[in-house]
């Protein structure tokens, strides 16, 4: 009956064990650091959930033609530390966001990225990616110094 219970647990674990880390990805798994995207649009929702957040915007392309995405961030708690909060996130705020596109291109139901910083209309700008493995080091393609 020990040996049964044992058994029972362990099993249990397991299957925790695998949805948790299925759940979780390397960036490069994902994302393709070859292929930096720069978006410019309004906030449309903001997901705080884990492992990573998610920002949905609308983003104006050239000719006024806008195309939804969604892009990943860090986890919600990271993100909370580096100053981004659902009061600075609102909905219908205007932002860019530079980031790097998702290896599969298809955009249906939207267009998918890997979020790296966001610029506010201001022009202040805060870290909203993510450091984990396969990640692209600080700073981004064409920039002189590291944002």
Known sequence: MKQLRT???????TVLLQSSLRSHHAFS???DIDKPIELRG???????VNPHTWLHMTATLEGEVTEEWMLEGGTP???LRQGLTDKILQIGTE?????YQSKDPDCIPKCRGSG???TF???????????GVGAPPGGFPGD???R
Not at 7 to 13: A, Q, R, S, V
């Open 7 to 13: 058994l029972i647990i362990l099993m249990g674990l």
């Open 29 to 31: 798994s994902e994302f």
């Open 42 to 48: 309004v906030i449309t929702r903001m997901e705080w």
């Open 77 to 79: 708690n990271t993100l």
């Open 95 to 99: 932002i860019l966001v530079r980031g």
């Open 116 to 118: 790296r910083d966001i």
């Open 121 to 131: 209309l201001d022009g202040s700008n805060i870290f909203m990616g993510s450091s």
């Open 144 to 146: 002189n110094e590291n």
